[in-house]
């Protein structure tokens, strides 16, 4: 259930191969803001050369909301222009974006809790379109208590899924489990990463031409349209906000589909929403929530009949638990 954008931390491997690194979507945001910087530091000096600053006149600059039309209209083309990557390259995404997370997560071998997740994996599964029925889902268990995200999951390519332990031990039933993991196959499926690829290729497109063009305030506008897309500190971009809700959507389906209580990510969420106080990342937690319940009451013939355990019963549920905790209580102790 991520809600920041660290699915993009992959490289595009479609084409231009030689400029994979170009294609790391926080390093091209980087390097937009420091190339706005720049040129807000040049127009700075060309208006100082020109003139005595100008309270109340209107000067050349446009108008806040023509400037917002133009950043919108940049968007709308740079979330549209050229093809999606093919799909292959989602399959194929190379196993060097695995290792890059596992260098920033610590990964984890729990044997029991693995096959635990795979069971209801392939309960979910069993219900997927054809094209994702028989396709080889990866899942890795990692540590998530000490690295600021607790509560965490994410999908990357190469059809990986990433489970924090604090999922496991929170949960509390089957349902919940299976919520997070529909909600983060739905990623995969959905081919959100393959979608951020493209507009992090196309804003780095647009920004050489600009450049060749000397065309600096079409950068300046490159840059402002990347933050409106990605999100910066306290702005949750227009991207991960509609990926997540997608995602929720979709992967509500499924779980319905496998016969699963269907507000049991709703559940999650809001036992978890309350240990964040009420900043940004619990409005938005808020939101999904509301639209889970939304569009749960929507099918209400099925609301409230879904099982909260299916492949398994609640004493299995707590002695993965339980030894996953073991687990982690050794791995402290070496
Ligand atoms: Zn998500």
């Known amino acids: 259930m991520k809600i920041w954008s660290d699915e993009m931390s992959e490289d595009e491997s479609g084409n231009d191969g030689g400029f994979g690194n170009l294609y790391r979507a926080r390093e091209v945001i980087f390097f937009l803001v420091f190339v706005l910087l720049v040129v807000f530091f040049f127009i700075f000096l060309n208006q100082s050369e020109d003139q005595i600053p ?12 023509k400037l917002e039309k133009e950043i919108d209209l940049l968007v709308l083309e740079i979330r549209n222009s050229g093809a999606l990557p093919p799909l292959k390259d989602d399959f194929e995404m190379d196993e060097s974006v695995d290792l890059v997370s596992q260098d920033y997560n610590i990964v984890l071998e729990h044997e029991k809790t693995k ?18 029925k028989n396709r080889v889902l990866k899942l890795r268990l990692y540590d998530d208590r000490f690295v600021g995200r607790t509560n965490n999951a994410f999908a990357l390519p190469a059809e990986t ?65 990347a933050q409106k897309l990605f999100g910066y500190n306290e702005f949750v971009g227009i991207l991960p906000l509609e990926h997540e809700s997608e995602a929720d959507r979709n992967g509500q389906t499924m779980l319905r589909n496998s016969g699963y209580d269907d507000l049991a ?10 240990i964040f106080n ?14 889970l319940k939304n569009n ?12 909260t355990f299916i492949v398994s019963k609640e004493e299995d549920l707590r002695l993965v638990q339980a030894a996953l ?7 402290a102790l070496k």
């Open 54 to 65: 100008n309270k109340g006149s209107p000067g050349n600059l446009p108008s806040y909301a």
């Open 115 to 132: 096959q635990y997740l795979e069971l209801i994996l392939a309960n979910l599964q069993k219900d997927f379109s054809e094209e994702w």
């Open 161 to 225: 899924i990433y489970v924090g332990t604090t999922q496991i031990m929170w949960a509390n039933n089957e349902a919940e489990l299976a919520a997070l993991l529909s909600h983060e196959v739905s990623h995969i499926a959905l081919r959100h990463v393959a979608e951020s690829r493209r507009i992090v290729k196309n804003l780095t497109v647009f920004a050489q031409k600009a450049f060749v063009a000397k065309d600096f305030e079409k950068v300046v506008l490159l840059g402002l349209a």
């Open 265 to 274: 990510l709703a559940s999650s969420l809001e036992r978890i929403e309350k």
């Open 278 to 291: 009420n900043n940004l990342f619990s409005q938005i937690v808020q939101k999904r929530i509301r639209d």
């Open 296 to 307: 749960s009451k929507d099918k209400s013939d099925l609301n409230g009949r879904g099982k």
């Open 325 to 331: 905790q073991q687990f982690l209580n050794d791995l």
